[in-house]
């Protein structure tokens, strides 16, 4: 008998050979098969994650917990066009624009408008408060807006809330469309010199901020990178392309020009 396999009634029983792979990854790896189909545990758990994925995408967010541990920042609460959930899930368009009823935003010589929305995990934004701390941080020198917290929100909402505001550019934390690894990714949304009409390709994305993924000081260094480089150039999107190098020592934080 040796590692590979152990003989049980004359018939050898091989180690299941994806193990190991399945310990580093929530990725479904060789998943065990009951004749056609898949064997109860994992098919289990794929129903679950399904759930889980459906849930996130349904659920509310709650704006004045949010609001409580963004403090000391300010912020401020809108509302994109779409009324209601099920509005926002068919009408993609209403939640990349703000409300006709949105009161007058404060407008400012702003370096950086910040905005928090809800997007397709309002969960996802539970780690919106340390990457927007850790970035602010990090932007010695930057005037930043107010916090604009937006319920059914998209991504090009950013744009009309940075225009509002007089804001040079824009960072959108928003809730990224859940997964069967994950259901609470929260993605960065970075475009400079935002104004409505800009495409996706005139913006840059650091995603899958969360537990098991990206962690919010490492998300704000490369957010900050980016913002660094987006004025320096004068530019954002897949023109700026990201060479960062390099792990920055704790507590230190980016250069920026």
């Not at 701390?133 to 009309?160: F, H, K, N, T």
Request: aromatic share 4%.
């Amino acid at each position: 008998m040796d590692d590979e396999e152990a003989k049980a009634g004359g018939a050898p029983l091989v180690r299941d050979p994806f193990s190991r792979l399945r310990a580093a990854t929530p990725a479904r790896i060789g998943l065990r098969r009951a004749g056609q189909g898949l064997a109860t545990a994992p098919m289990l758990a794929f129903q679950l994650a399904h759930a889980r994925a459906r849930e996130a995408v349904g659920a509310s967010l709650d704006v004045e917990d949010l609001r409580d541990r963004l403090l000391p920042l300010a912020s401020l609460v809108v509302a994109s066009g779409a009324p209601d959930r099920e509005t926002y899930l068919r009408r993609p368009d209403l939640g990349r624009r703000l409300a006709d009823d949105t009161a007058a935003l404060p407008r400012g010589e702003y370096d950086l408008a910040l905005v928090v929305a809800d997007g397709l995990s309002a969960g996802a934004l539970a780690h919106a408060p340390a990457v927007v701390g850790a970035l602010a941080a990090r932007l010695d020198g930057w005037r930043l807006s107010p916090v604009v917290i937006v319920r059914q929100g998209r991504v090009a909402v950013g744009d009309e809330i940075a225009q509002r505001l007089g804001a040079r550019s824009v960072v959108v934390l928003i809730g990224e469309r859940p997964g069967l690894s994950a259901a609470d990714s929260l993605g960065a949304y970075l475009t400079w010199d935002a104004q409505p009409g800009r495409m996706d390709s005139e913006r840059n994305c650091v995603s899958n901020i969360r537990p098991g993924g990206l962690d919010p000081d490492a998300a704000a260094d490369k957010i900050a990178w980016l913002l660094g480089e987006a004025r320096r150039l004068g530019f954002s999107g897949v023109d700026l392309k990201d060479r960062e190098t390099g792990v920055l020592p704790a507590g230190e934080a980016p250069r920026l020009p």
